[in-house]
Every structure is written in C-alpha cells, then in structure tokens.
C-alpha cells in the first residue's frame, strides 16, 4: 500500500499509537495487518490463539512495540501494557468467539470490556472517546 493510496481515515492513523486487543484472533489479525499497512505502531493484548494453525501464525503477523499474550481480566498486565504502550487508540476486538459459551458465563464475556473502558478512563482521559468498540 503506497501512501497515495491510502483513505482520508487511513492517513489519519498513520504513526498513530494503537492497542489492539484480541490480536491473535481472526479479526484482530486482519485488523493489525491492514493498520501496519497505514504505517501505525501497534501492541497487541491477546489470550494465544485457540486452534493450531492460527491465522495469526500462519500469516506471520508481527506487533513491532508490545505483545502482551495474557488475559484482559488481569488487572495488573492490563494496567502494565497501558502504561508501557501509551496508546493513542484502543482497537478492542477481544470478543467470546462462541455465544453459546457466553451465555453460560456472561460476566466473564463482558467483564474484560469493562475493564478496558476503566483502565484507559483512569490511565489516559482523554483515550476515553476513542476506544473502538
């Protein structure tokens, strides 16, 4: 992708700080491919990949700043991982993959989002209107 290529949007995101959270899963894949694409810095905070081959391995996705494999429920490294990146954006795209699953634990679906919107409010205020949901 050359840089006359690129949308207005995407022009907007170059060089920018951006956390992406569920890297390693399908989306959040794509998504960092196309950002390092625009020429963003990424981080990625993600559980590993849930089956083998992964789309994330199989591509080779490399995040260039920080890559945090762990859990969003866990304050502390979420905490760590925000303070270290300083993101400039949050790319939340850590999601339960399987609805079924998130019916039988629906606080552990929604709790890692809300932790997210808390630690970015607390950490970096003026993030808090652009966490992507």
Do not use: N
Request: net charge positive; with cysteine.
């Amino acid at each position: 992708m050359t840089f006359h290529s690129l949308l207005p949007f995407e022009v907007a995101l170059r060089g920018k700080r951006i956390l992406v959270t569920g890297h390693t899963g399908f989306t959040g894949t794509w998504a960092c491919l196309w950002l390092q694409g625009v020429g963003a810095y990424l981080a990625g905070f993600s559980l590993p990949p849930e089956r083998q081959p992964s789309l994330y391995e199989a591509v080779g996705v490399r995040v260039p700043r920080i890559e945090v494999i762990g859990d969003l429920c866990d304050f502390p490294l979420l905490i760590e991982a925000v303070q270290e990146f300083q993101p400039e954006v949050i790319l939340h795209l850590a999601a339960q993959p399987l609805v079924r699953r998130s019916y039988k634990d629906p606080l552990r679906t929604f709790s890692p989002l809300l932790r997210l919107v808390w630690v970015g409010s607390k950490l970096l205020p003026s993030l808090l209107i652009k966490i992507l949901l």
